[in-house]
């Protein structure tokens, strides 16, 4: 596709119960992001990965997420156990990578994960 | 610690005004200053960007003014019109990294 696909759009979970989100990147593009968007807030950085290696995972809330990107294309983020404050929407994002000023970072529409 | 901060929350403005966002920031290593448009139920989508080695930058109604020394930036919108109605994110970068670091949003509204 041409953009940012994640799916699913939309996910509850009973309070305990294991997630897994996934994001289909712009193809060819070498960074990903992972992002969490509050009700009424910016989103905020959860970790990044630069191919299929995980160079910074410093945003993650705790050791319940975790994230994977093996081929260095699809990514997957996982969270277990979840947790009522793990309510969010999560977006994703891809960059093509320069060495240069910063390029652009596309976000896909973002999966809302509701925790009941 | 909040790196980046936005104002307004929320902005009203009527139809052909201009609409004004304002953010500043603390880190000195940043780099990149991107602004992004969110509308409901969608992911930010960016409208316009600059580096801090530039004062201001214009994108057709759409314009950044940065301020190095005061370490604040801001988003002009000229001849606002009700399809600008979104919540607006600046945001700040720095290292090839290049996570972004988002302010709170400002929605604004643009009353026909």
């Known amino acids: 596709g041409a953009g940012v696909s994640q799916s699913p759009r939309y996910k509850v979970a009973k309070r305990g119960q294991d997630v897994a989100l996934r994001c289909d990147p712009i193809s060819g593009h070498v960074s990903l992001f992972w992002y969490q968007q509050a009700l009424g807030q910016g989103p905020e950085f959860l970790t990044y990965?630069?191919?299929?290696?995980?160079?910074?995972k410093s945003g993650l809330p705790s050791d319940r997420f975790f994230a994977e990107r093996p081929e260095g294309s699809v990514s997957t983020l996982k969270i277990q156990r979840t947790q009522q404050e793990d309510s969010a929407v999560y977006l994703c994002?891809?960059?093509?990578?320069?060495?240069?000023?910063?390029?652009?970072?596309?976000f896909g529409q973002g999966t809302r994960l509701t925790v009941v | 610690q909040q790196q980046v901060k936005q104002s307004p929350q929320s902005l009203i403005v009527q139809k052909g005004g201009i609409s004004i966002i304002n953010c500043a920031y603390e880190n000195t290593a940043f780099d990149y200053f991107p602004w992004y448009q969110q509308f409901p139920g969608k992911g930010p989508a960016l409208l316009i960007a600059?580096?801090?080695?530039?004062s201001e930058k214009k994108e057709g109604r759409f314009t950044i003014s940065f301020n190095k020394s005061a370490k604040q930036f801001s988003l002009h919108i000229m001849d606002s019109q009700p399809g600008d109605s979104a919540t607006y994110f600046c945001?700040?970068?720095?290292?090839?990294?290049?996570?972004?670091?988002f302010g709170k949003g400002t929605k604004l509204s643009v009353k026909p």
């Open positions: 990965f630069q191919n299929e290696a995980q160079l910074d």
């Open positions: 600059i580096r801090p080695d530039v």
């Open positions: 945001a700040a970068s720095g290292g090839s990294q290049g996570n972004l670091i």
């Open positions: 994002a891809s960059r093509a990578y320069s060495r240069g000023w910063n390029t652009e970072a596309f």
